[in-house]
């Protein structure tokens, strides 16, 4: 599959699966713009192939978002991955920790996809949300993170049936627990707060996987390219589980 002469934007590609998604559009052609609040993170993506770009940015802060967007002028290829996870019992949330998990995780995804079509305005589109299983389902510890995850996907669903003539397809990839580094720190925190073992901690996260394993980010990536290539052009407003078989 070649995207030679498409061009895309990533948001949260210094890291983790963001930077395994930039990374595989670039090798498969695509010129990859990636952006987050850690320009050095970023760089360092950047250095690891010719097509790959980065730029600083927050995704919560709209016109740092409308000004990274009109910099990068017309794209094909939109990818919302950026977001964050936080955990705690639901009776000692903050309010500043669930307005936190909605800022990163809805708001980021929405000024990200709103910048992100107006970019994508007569091209043939291709905007995808990192979502997550926690946007089908709850998880006990981490309300906020499913309710902004499931806000999410909500946008998918509507914008998707606002875009379905205008040749751009919206769709949301929703991985289980990642083999990156946001789940090394919820392993960490788990062992920190109750005082488990960091085997028993991992098998807390992939106890809900029939496949008993963390999701590879490069299973994540390969879906978002599925989902650019050709033969992909009747799906939209769809949530695609990358989840070993997780319901």
Not at 123 to 130: D, L, S
Not at 229 to 238: K, L
């Amino acid at each position: 599959m070649s995207l030679s002469g498409k061009k895309a934007l990533v948001t949260g590609g210094g890291t983790g699966v963001g930077a395994v998604i930039a990374r595989s559009l670039a090798q498969a052609g695509a010129s990859v713009i990636i952006c987050g609040r850690s320009l050095d993170k970023l760089e360092a993506v950047a250095a690891t192939h010719d097509a790959i770009s980065a730029v600083q940015c927050d995704i919560t802060d709209e016109a740092q978002v409308s000004s990274m967007f009109e910099a990068a002028g017309p794209l094909d290829i939109v990818v919302a991955n950026a977001g964050a996870s936080e955990s705690a019992p639901f009776a000692k949330t903050s309010l500043d920790a669930f307005q936190r998990m909605l800022s990163v995780n809805l708001t980021g995804t929405f000024l990200t996809m709103r910048e992100g079509l107006k970019a994508m305005k007569g091209r043939k589109g291709r905007m995808i949300v990192i979502a997550s299983t926690a946007a089908q389902k709850g998880y006990a510890y981490v309300a906020p993170y499913a309710a902004a995850k499931h806000g999410a996907l909500g946008l998918v669903r509507s914008v998707a049936q606002e875009y379905a003539a205008k040749d751009i397809t919206v769709n949301a990839i929703c991985p289980g627990f990642l083999d990156t580094e946001m789940t090394a720190r919820t392993i960490d925190n788990i062992v920190k707060t109750t005082g488990r073992s960091e085997q028993d901690a991992l098998a807390a996260l992939t106890a809900t996987n029939p496949m008993g394993k963390l999701v590879p980010p490069e299973d994540v990536a390969a879906a978002v390219l599925w989902l650019c290539a050709e033969g992909s052009d009747m799906v939209t407003g769809q949530a695609i589980s990358v989840a070993g078989g997780e319901i």
